[in-house]
Every structure is written in structure tokens, then in C-alpha cells.
T-cell receptor, first 114, second 110 residues
Framework: DTGVSQDPRHKITKRGQNVTFRCDPI?????LYWYRQTLGQGPEFLTY????????KSRLLSDRFSAERPKGSFSTLEIQRTEQGDSAMYLC????????????FGSGTRLTVV | GQNIDQPTEMTATEGAIVQINCTYQ??????LFWYQQHAGEAPTFLSY????GLEEKGRFSSFLSRSKGYSYLLLKELQMKDSASYLC???????????FGSGTRLQVQP
């Protein structure tokens, strides 16, 4: 296992288009997280899955954002009707069961909305 | 909710010691993490504290005082490769997700 994989690495889209990102976590990790990061800021929490269940979702996440983890393995994050303010790095992370395990982050998908 | 406060930027000299402070307010507390993030890369896990005191791991140590809502990351024998952002992330009771501070950008100079 080579770690957390995210695809694509970069995405440029026109305002109003829909985009979908994929995350493949470390296979033994049952917890998966999506974060968004803009320049000079720390990662901002979006949503969290334990296996296939979406257990937590940020109040900052508008209705245009949706995430799935259908079989408890890979996850997708979709943004509908993209806006320029959605431009950011979208980070996926996974962790095993247990309190004191840190996340392993993927390299992220950089989204630019033009 | 959570409030997390870290200095925005710090500068230090190669070979020196630097301490990066973090104060936080959480409604409950269930551990605090430090991450390192090099420019353009993903954050990587550095340390975890859940009890008061100092945790040492090589050149890096992390300290926690739960009663004061305070933590620091201590970097010894600084190297140029330590130039990065350092993110403090306390965890609230009952949550699995971490809330990250804005990070401290450390510049190590020769």
C-alpha cells in the first residue's frame, strides 16, 4: 500500500460546472476525512466517514457539496455548480481505529475555478 | 466550537532551538496533534499529546497543559529542511475529526 491516493492532482473548471474528486485511503483504515485548504490557512474540515457511514459534516458545507463512500473503501467528493470561491486544495486523509492515530493525508486535488 | 491561536510566522537560525506555541479553547478535550506541512505538500503527522507533559521524539518534542489550554512544539538542532508550516490541531470530545489552526510558517535561515 503506497498511502492515500487522490485523483486528479489538478483540476481547472469553468464556473458553473460540476467536478468530482476521488480518494483511495490506506486499505486498513476505516476512517476517511475530507478537508479543504486555501493559501496561508490550515485545513478546514468538510466531512468524515467511518466505513461507509458519513458521521459528520461541516455546517460550512453548502448543498452544492456531496461526498460518498459507497463500499467503505474509496470516496468521492462532488461539487456542483462550482464558484470561484471553491478554488482550493481538497485534501483527503485516512486513519485507523483508535484515539491516538494521526491522519495520513493524500497529496490533494488542486481545484481552480475560472 | 474551537478557537486555536498560533503565531503566523517565525524565523530561526540553523542549529538553534525554536518553540512554536499554540493556545486553544475547546468545549471538551480529547488530544492534541501537531502536523508539519512543507509548501505545496500534504501535512504529515508529527506528534500526539493527550496527557499533560512533554513527549519527546528525536529532535522534536511536544508539550501539553490541559488546564491552560496550551501546547508547544519544540524543534532542536534546526535544519534547513525544517522550514515549513506547523499546524496545531486539538480534538474535541466526541469528535473524530480534527480542527486545525492556521499554522505557523517557520523559516530557517543559514
Amino acid at each position: 500500500d503506497t498511502g492515500v491516493s487522490q485523483d486528479p492532482r489538478h483540476k481547472i473548471t469553468k464556473r458553473g460546472q460540476n467536478v468530482t474528486f476521488r480518494c483511495d485511503p490506506i486499505s486498513e483504515h476505516n476512517r476517511l476525512y475530507w478537508y479543504r485548504q486555501t493559501l496561508g490557512q490550515g485545513p478546514e474540515f468538510l466531512t468524515y466517514f467511518q466505513n461507509e457511514a458519513q458521521l459528520e459534516k461541516s455546517r460550512l458545507l453548502s448543498d452544492r457539496f456531496s461526498a460518498e463512500r459507497p463500499k467503505g473503501s474509496f470516496s468521492t467528493l462532488e461539487i456542483q455548480r462550482t464558484e470561484q470561491g471553491d478554488s482550493a486544495m481538497y485534501l483527503c486523509a485516512s486513519s485507523p481505529e483508535g484515539q491516538n492515530y494521526g491522519y495520513t493525508f493524500g497529496s490533494g486535488t488542486r481545484l481552480t475555478v475560472v | 466550537g474551537q478557537n486555536i491561536d498560533q503565531p503566523t510566522e517565525m524565523t530561526a537560525t540553523e542549529g538553534a532551538i525554536v518553540q512554536i506555541n499554540c493556545t486553544y479553547q475547546t468545549s471538551g478535550f480529547n488530544g492534541l496533534f501537531w502536523y508539519q506541512q512543507h509548501a505545496g505538500e500534504a501535512p504529515t503527522f508529527l506528534s500526539y499529546n493527550v496527557l499533560d507533559g512533554l513527549e519527546e521524539k528525536g529532535r522534536f518534542s511536544s508539550f501539553l497543559s490541559r488546564s491552560k489550554g496550551y501546547s508547544y512544539l519544540l524543534l532542536k538542532e534546526l535544519q534547513m529542511k525544517d522550514s515549513a508550516s506547523y499546524l496545531c490541531a486539538p480534538r474535541d470530545t466526541g469528535r473524530r475529526a480534527l480542527t486545525f489552526g492556521s499554522g505557523t510558517r517557520l523559516q530557517v535561515q543559514p
